[in-house]
């Protein structure tokens, strides 16, 4: 990060040292880079069924909430945050058979992790999708079959702080 910065100042020296490129303003945008391993998308398990021999939790957000996994075809890195499954020890590869993640939608899209390394969480228990930084709720299709829209939330030196409070989504008239 410090070398991209240092490249910026560069070039905004070059640029203002000529008459031509003076007014000329650079804008960057480096999306994952910065954000993606920050963010984490936290769902409740609200179900747990086993489907053709395999677990399968269904959380109460899904890929309207945060579509990456759709749109790059890679499974997300789910952790366990609370209950009997929560903790490193239950998240080590190899401690259980591969569990599916899904989202509520009705639809086979809502995916977040076909073959999760963890112990199967319960209803209630809370999940984090990590590396969701980017390509988060911005991206996602938010109104999809009116689903109630996430809280986004900023936790910056231990301090929580609600950016965008969670609801229905509500379209102008």
Known sequence: LRALGSHLASLAER????????????LLEPGRFLVGACGAYVARVVDRKTM??????????????????????QEQRIVVLTGSSAGPAADAPGSAPPVMIAGPLCTGLDVFAGQAAIAPPDPG?????LQSGAYGLSASPVSFLSHPMAAEVLVRAGTVTLI???GAFSAPL
Do not use: C, F, W
Request: charged share 20%; glycine share 12%; no cysteine.
């Open 125 to 129: 228990d809370l999940v984090a999708v």
């Open 52 to 73: 053709d021999g395999k677990q399968v939790v269904i959380l109460d957000g899904g890929i309207h909430h945060v579509l990456r996994p759709v749109l790059v075809g």
């Open 164 to 166: 965008r409070p969670g």
């Open 15 to 26: 640029l203002a040292a000529s008459e031509a490129s003076r007014t000329v303003r650079v």
